[in-house]
């Protein structure tokens, strides 16, 4: 009589073992190839920092704020001084092309945040409010007395606000550009989805192969990305070190954190107005579609049907203030329309001069 049992096949018994070895080997293998991949990233990225350490000395002063160093890039002569705060995980360096023409009229500081530039990392990093009060203590270090034009582009424009809303006093005017408003987030459905994702994309980047690749000539994309802040032609270099830097991505990531965290509660409850500073808040205009992709123009039309109402509540912070669209400009209206913000940064300091009697 047969037995009910089935009868063991013993020609699979050495496939599945001789399977089983092949993916274990293979996942071995694979392991051990991201763990020496992240090794040789992680050396390569220690070797080219220290490089451009040395390559990319800092153009301007830096300034002990409490065992850190903030650095000021400052140029020109005279009273007000221009200071620039730049946009979200941006270096002063980006408005160097408006530097020679400010210059020319008054002292001008281009302001490097926690981290990125030529300034030391900060373990509170990323906060407007933090950089508000490192701008006052580098600026009082350095010795750069007020009265203060503040220019503040996107995100730096929370901290022009905080800045002048603690110090009214040593504020001769703002200028708002395209700023980054507290109700952003909020409104801008998607917003905070989009910064999370791009913040996990950067950090899951490997640096270091990301730049040997740049080195040997396999990828040509950061310079493309350089190029495109449309720097003065000596200053490329310096921005492509910038960009294959694990500190300026540290700061970067800390600052988008904190852009969809806590600033604009920091900014709604310290600087709900200006009072009667002067005021100019030059915004980006809707009026060039981006291509003929139908999804591209409706987007576009979307995001201004909320952009542009908090442009004009900008516009309400201070009693002495004017609105600016600037034409056929997009977000970075320093690199489309620079002459529009020089001229309306040369007006404040000519109006404040008059009327505070201070010379040149």
């Given at each position: ?265 920091q900014v709604r409850r310290r600087a709900p107005s ?32 909320v952009w542009s109402p908090l442009q004009a509540d ?18 970075q209206i320093h690199r489309d329309r620079p002459e ?21």
């Amino acid at each position: 009589m047969r037995s009910a049992l089935p009868t063991p096949d013993r020609r699979r018994g050495p496939c599945r073992v001789g399977s089983r070895g092949i993916i274990v080997k293979t996942l071995t293998g694979l392991v051990a190839g991201a763990i020496a991949g992240a090794a040789l990233s992680a050396v390569y990225q220690a070797y080219g920092a220290r490089r451009d350490r040395r390559r990319f000395p800092p153009p301007g002063r830096t300034v002990d704020v409490g065992g850190r160093r903030i650095h000021l890039w400052t140029a020109g002569t005279g009273s007000p001084t221009v200071v620039i705060v730049p946009g979200l995980g941006e270096p002063g360096l980006n408005w160097a092309a408006l530097l020679p023409e400010l210059a020319a009229e008054s002292s001008v500081v281009l302001y490097d945040r926690a981290g990125l530039g030529w300034s030391d990392p900060s373990p509170c990093a990323g906060t407007a409010l933090g950089a508000a009060r490192d701008l006052r203590r580098a600026l009082d270090e350095a010795g750069i007395a007020p009265p203060y034009v503040l220019v503040g582009h996107s995100a730096g424009g929370n901290v022009v606000r905080l800045f002048a809303a603690e110090r009214p006093g040593v504020v001769a005017a703002v200028v708002l550009v395209d700023s980054s408003h507290p109700e952003q987030i909020r409104l801008l459905h998607g917003t905070r989805g989009a910064i999370t994702r791009e913040m996990v994309r950067s950090r899951l980047t490997p640096l270091g192969l990301r730049r040997l690749a740049f080195d040997v000539g396999w990828s040509n994309r950061v310079r493309r990305e350089a190029e495109a802040r449309r720097l003065p032609s000596k200053l490329l270099s310096t921005r492509i070190a910038f960009d294959l830097g694990d500190r300026q991505r540290r700061a970067e990531l800390c600052e988008a954190a904190a852009a969809i965290t806590v600033n604009p509660w920091q900014v709604r409850r310290r600087a709900p107005s200006l009072g009667s500073i002067p005021l100019t808040v030059i915004s980006s205009s809707p009026d060039e579609p981006p291509g003929a992709d139908i999804g591209a123009i409706a987007e576009q039309r979307r995001f201004y049907s909320v952009w542009s109402p908090l442009q004009a509540d900008l516009a309400r912070l201070s009693s002495n203030a004017e609105h600016v669209v600037a034409e056929h400009a997009g977000h970075q209206i320093h690199r489309d329309r620079p002459e529009l913000v020089v001229r309306v940064i040369l007006g404040h300091l000519r109006r404040a001069r008059t009327e505070t009697g201070l010379g040149g």
